[in-house]
């Protein structure tokens, strides 16, 4: 007689919800994008947000569900944009983002808007970079030799470079001791220093995820925006989405979570675990906006 055997039925976590911001102010922009999405942009960072930050940020890529919540929300808003430190085809080839279905009009706004590559033609579009990175390229390593931090590295952006502290013996340590000294070679030079999660960016002034947040948003005559990111970079977008408030443009501010940087979570108006929640809370939108 022959034996069978019965498996259990296996019924999957049912889709994650909208979740319901905690401020007034959310809960009004969250209001304003169901009412009228196709005149909403979605802006989203890339580290962090979109893809989980790694020590090694050539092997960062986007949530294995980011592409196919992106491509589902994409058709049913105005816009959705990648606002990123790093240069705009790193950012897609890592995201995963070209030749998408769904994300034929998808806009990645790289080195905090300086570059700009869109999906409807594959070209990056940006100024000549500012002659003091090639100034601070040529210093750094006599630099950080003789700053007696051991373990860190440097990216080369192109138009920024970046120094991480990540894989230092004490992390927290080499970032505080090298901030001053970068500090005052990127001044020397004409840029600035942007503090991250375990990484000190030294770049042009008047490129941050505030200015090129507020150009596509008036770009594309958005009439409410979500923007979701992770960093202290992010806060200048955050303040972007402050003034467009302030104008009369409902606003959306999520916070992809972690333990590094708190600072967002006191501004934000909705907090998630991190690209997980993040993917989670843009699938749920679409879902919503399909209904």
Not at 1 to 25: C, F, K, Q, R, Y
Request: charge should be negative; aromatic fraction near 2%.
């Amino acid at each position: 007689m022959g034996s069978h055997t019965s498996h259990p039925d296996v019924t999957p976590d049912p889709p994650a919800p909208l979740p319901t911001p905690a401020t007034e102010a959310g809960r009004a922009g969250l209001d304003g994008i169901l009412a009228d999405p196709r005149q909403t942009a979605i802006a989203l960072d890339f580290d962090g947000t979109l893809a989980e930050i790694v020590p090694d940020p050539d092997r960062a890529r986007a949530h294995p569900a980011a592409v196919p919540a992106l491509a589902a929300l994409a058709p049913r808003v105005g816009s959705v944009a990648v606002i990123t430190g790093r240069p705009a085809e790193v950012a897609v080839r890592h995201g995963g983002f070209a030749d998408v279905p769904g994300l034929e009009h998808l806009v990645v706004l790289g080195h905090y808007g300086a570059e700009r590559w869109d999906a409807a033609t594959g070209a990056v579009t940006a100024p000549p970079p500012h002659p003091g990175v090639a100034a601070v390229r040529a210093e750094l390593p006599a630099l950080l030799a003789h700053s007696g931090t051991e373990g860190t590295w440097t990216e080369d952006k192109g138009r920024s470079v970046a120094v991480h502290t990540r894989r230092a013996a004490d992390p927290g340590a080499a970032f505080e001791a090298l901030r001053g000294p970068l500090t005052d070679l990127a001044a020397r030079h004409g840029l600035i220093v942007e503090p991250g999660r375990m990484v000190l960016e030294l770049r042009p002034p008047g490129m941050d995820k505030g200015a090129a947040l507020l150009d596509h948003v008036r770009a594309t005559g958005a009439r409410s925006v979500l923007y979701a990111g992770d960093d202290l970079g992010d806060l200048p977008a955050y303040a972007a989405v402050d003034r467009l408030r302030a104008e009369g443009v409902p606003g959306l501010l999520v916070c992809s979570g972690s333990d590094e940087v708190t600072e967002l979570r006191k501004r934000a108006d909705t907090e998630v675990a991190g690209p997980a929640g993040v993917v989670a809370l843009l699938a749920a939108l679409a879902r919503r906006l399909a209904a």
